[in-house]
């Protein structure tokens, strides 16, 4: 009998020892974990909350949008976050560098001497009174960025061109945060 209870006290260690042994592998793959997403999210990728409707009807204001950080080169029609006066934007490509963009008094997109005719977007493209003064002809570090909201957005009529040092990220994904 006391071989059995001596047997029982040893299995029960065990099982003790076994038991913190699996809390501490838990807690050192949660550490794992978290560290993983804090250098992914703070270096790849990130998240930002769309401020206004420039973006309408593609993106509205509230929704959240995931984006690359380790773009390599933009092209046309992607569309970023930026930042412009300590705030952030979001923007469609519509020139880079070498361009000429210009905005007709007629609310005319105008780039290397073409008029654009952009499918997707719904409304004309006004030039704004306190806004840039046309041709503007983008440097090799520079991109034109418009919201496709033409009527009030804040976008490259308004800043001018967006270096590429203030772009953070190429928007990968939208979720609909007035949907949640």
């Given at each position: 009998?006391?071989?059995?209870?001596?047997?029982?006290?040893?299995q029960?260690?065990?099982?003790?020892?076994?038991?913190?042994?699996?809390?501490?592998?838990?807690?050192?793959?949660?550490?794992?974990?978290?560290?993983?997403?804090?250098?992914?999210?703070?270096?790849?990728f990130?998240?930002?909350?769309?401020?206004?409707?420039?973006?309408?009807p593609?993106?509205?204001?509230?929704?959240?949008?995931?984006y690359?950080?380790?773009?390599?080169?933009?092209r046309?029609?992607?569309?970023?976050?930026?930042?412009?006066?300590?705030?952030?934007?979001?923007?469609?490509?519509?020139?880079?560098?070498?361009d000429?963009?210009?905005?007709?008094?007629?609310?005319?997109?105008?780039?290397?001497?073409?008029?654009?005719?952009?499918?997707?977007?719904f409304?004309?493209?006004?030039?704004?009174?306190?806004?840039i003064?046309?041709?503007?002809?983008?440097?090799?570090?520079?991109?034109?960025?418009?919201?496709?909201?033409?009527?009030?957005?804040?976008?490259?009529?308004?800043?001018?061109?967006?270096?590429?040092?203030?772009?953070t990220?190429?928007?990968?994904?939208?979720?609909r945060?007035?949907?949640?």
């Amino acid at each position: 009998m006391k071989n059995k209870k001596e047997l029982t006290a040893e299995q029960l260690a065990l099982r003790r020892k076994r038991q913190k042994n699996d809390i501490v592998r838990f807690f050192a793959k949660l550490i794992m974990m978290i560290a993983v997403g804090i250098v992914t999210f703070c270096f790849i990728f990130g998240i930002a909350i769309v401020p206004d409707d420039d973006m309408r009807p593609v993106m509205r204001g509230g929704d959240i949008v995931l984006y690359y950080r380790n773009f390599s080169a933009l092209r046309q029609n992607d569309i970023v976050v930026y930042r412009q006066s300590e705030n952030l934007h979001c923007g469609r490509v519509i020139a880079m560098a070498g361009d000429t963009v210009e905005v007709t008094a007629e609310e005319t997109l105008i780039i290397n001497g073409s008029t654009m005719s952009e499918q997707d977007i719904f409304y004309k493209t006004p030039a704004y009174e306190n806004g840039i003064t046309y041709p503007v002809t983008l440097n090799s570090d520079e991109y034109f960025l418009l919201g496709d909201y033409r009527q009030n957005a804040k976008d490259s009529r308004y800043y001018g061109a967006v270096s590429v040092n203030d772009i953070t990220g190429k928007i990968i994904t939208v979720i609909r945060r007035n949907n949640l």
